[in-house]
């Protein structure tokens, strides 16, 4: 008789995961561009860091496995891969790497593709509707597996060249990334 | 007594599905023909196997042994009938499988006849709408359409069939049977229609959220008509002269639509979702799923996520006057 009840919240522990999945496909209202707060350098005036603001939205896109596979179809509808390649950067820099020259958290990848960035980047801002530019973020992210495993995508249909982004190993953030290696000084 | 008409009626009802412009027992062309030929023959011959073995088991087990008869006790001339019995019944199984095989052999003979139709179409599957390119040898002579194929009455037409996602089929059972489509492989099917006419197909292949909205028309019409219709989708849209068409189109220019549609002889070039250039001359929109009307087109555009969820069309930020002019245009490429 008391088996049942401690298999009921393993149970319920299953079906957590589908959270990881879950599609809202018809939001409430069209949504506005967010407004986030970022910096583009690390350095601040006094002692403390550079104040950002967030809105908290690029948390549900980074953690949801729809979403990023959404993103990973759009990445190559709208010609990322065209300049971005698969990641490994061609005449635009690689995304699967450590380095990020605008900033890798999910705001900064958001604020890069709708802003543009000087030498190339095209800007989005309105062309691409703002849920979608998140996907794309959120997907970009986890090319160099920046979010959890569990929601980055699996084993693509078509040729890859490398390990799809659920098997590569979880990156850390270069601090000095922020930085143009073309501004770097020499070692 | 009085339960009757009831059962007729009852019996009378799953047949009421079997006419109308989506039906593979309501035929219009020579491969659906002999596909149905083949469903009534085999219907036909197992009903009769499968009443005769009821009828023969019901008759076995009503049967009452006489008592005070040894199961051990063998009788020659019984076993001799049942030995007669049985190993006819197993001939006649081996007759029927056999005459059954070359049968089914002859209506493969017509679906996989020739495989040279004068019209080449190549059928793309997406989620969740199907992608038509008109080949021809003369590249000005192309063109890229959706979800509304027109073919030429009476006359074979190839289909190359291919997949951009996951696999789909292409199935319109007035014409012919389904054949899927799969990613990164050709597969090939004929059409052709004897009588002019609208039939419908949809994606008999499960492959998504939309599924069971992923449907094609196949209008087949005289040579005459078709010629008429491909110079129409040959060409490129029109310019609008009208001021509310002229501000739809450019409102279709400055928005994300660009991003995916193509509207040829404008700079609208994106080639992920349908084309539009003659988007009102299609009678649906959507994969088969709205009539294309004015209203229908709006509604599509502001709310696609609530007509079809999961569709890859995002919901568009416009303002409420801009969607007036955007539907005129699309409705005016005719």
């Known amino acids: ?187 | 007594m009085g339960a009757r008409p009831f059962l007729i009626l009852l019996s009378a009802l799953p047949l009421s599905g079997c006419s109308g412009w989506q039906s593979a027992l309501d035929t219009h062309g020579p491969h659906a023909d002999s596909l149905a030929r083949l469903f009534w023959i085999f219907l036909a011959i197992l009903s009769t196997v499968w009443i005769v073995t009821i009828v023969m088991l019901l008759l076995a087990l009503r049967r009452r042994r006489e008592p005070g008869d040894d199961p051990l006790m063998t009788h020659p001339g019984t076993e001799r009938r049942m030995t007669i019995v049985v190993s006819s019944a197993v001939a006649l199984t081996a007759l029927i499988v056999m005459a059954l095989t070359i049968v089914s052999y002859g209506a493969q003979r017509v679906l996989f006849a020739s495989r040279d139709g004068p019209l080449t179409l190549l059928v793309t599957g997406q989620q969740f709408w199907w992608k038509v390119q008109y080949e021809d040898a003369s590249p000005a002579r192309t063109f890229t359409t959706a979800n509304e194929i027109h073919i030429p009455v009476g006359e074979k037409v190839l289909i190359k069939l291919e997949s951009s996602d996951v696999i789909h089929s292409f199935w319109v059972p007035s014409l012919n049977g389904k054949l899927d489509a799969i990613p990164g492989r050709q597969n090939q099917i004929e059409i052709q229609a004897d009588r002019p006419g609208v039939y419908r197909g949809q994606c008999a292949e499960f492959c998504g959220w939309q599924h069971a909205h992923m449907g094609l028309l196949v209008v087949a019409e005289t040579r005459q008509d078709f010629e008429r219709w491909r110079d129409g989708q040959i060409s490129a849209a029109h310019i609008p002269d009208d001021p509310e068409e002229q501000k739809g189109m450019e409102i279709f220019m400055t928005k994300p639509c660009i991003m995916c549609h193509q509207i040829r002889g404008t700079s609208a070039g994106g080639k992920v979702a349908p084309d539009l250039t003659h988007v009102g001359s299609r009678q649906y929109i959507a994969a088969g799923t709205l009539p294309t009307t004015r209203g229908n087109i709006a509604a599509w555009i502001v709310d696609p996520q609530g007509i079809k969820p999961g569709v890859h069309m995002p919901l568009v930020q416009l303002a409420p006057e801009e969607i007036q002019p955007l539907a005129t245009y699309l409705e005016s490429l005719k």
């Open chain 1, 1 to 187: 008789m008391k088996k049942p009840i401690w298999l009921l919240p393993a149970a319920l522990l299953l079906l957590s995961a589908c959270e990881r999945e879950k599609r809202e496909f018809r939001p409430a209202q069209v949504s506005e561009e967010t407004d986030e707060k970022i910096a583009l350098s690390s350095l601040s005036a006094g002692p403390s860091p550079p104040s950002q603001q967030t809105t908290g939205k690029g948390k549900n896109f980074e953690e949801n496995a729809y979403h990023i596979s959404e993103g990973q179809k759009l990445y190559t509808w709208f010609n990322c891969n065209g300049c971005h390649s698969n990641g490994g950067g061609g005449s635009g820099p690689a995304l699967m790497d450590d380095r990020w020259i605008y900033g890798g958290s999910i705001e900064h990848i958001v604020q890069t593709i709708r802003e543009g960035r000087p030498n190339g980047m095209p800007s989005f801002r309105g062309k691409i509707p703002d849920d979608q530019v998140w996907q794309i973020a959120a997907y970009v992210r986890s090319m160099g597996r920046y979010t959890p495993k569990a929601a980055s995508p699996a084993r693509r249909d078509d040729m890859h060249p490398g390990p799809a982004e659920q098997r590569r190993p979880p990156a850390e953030m270069n601090p000095g990334g922020s930085i143009p290696s073309s501004a770097q000084m020499p070692q």
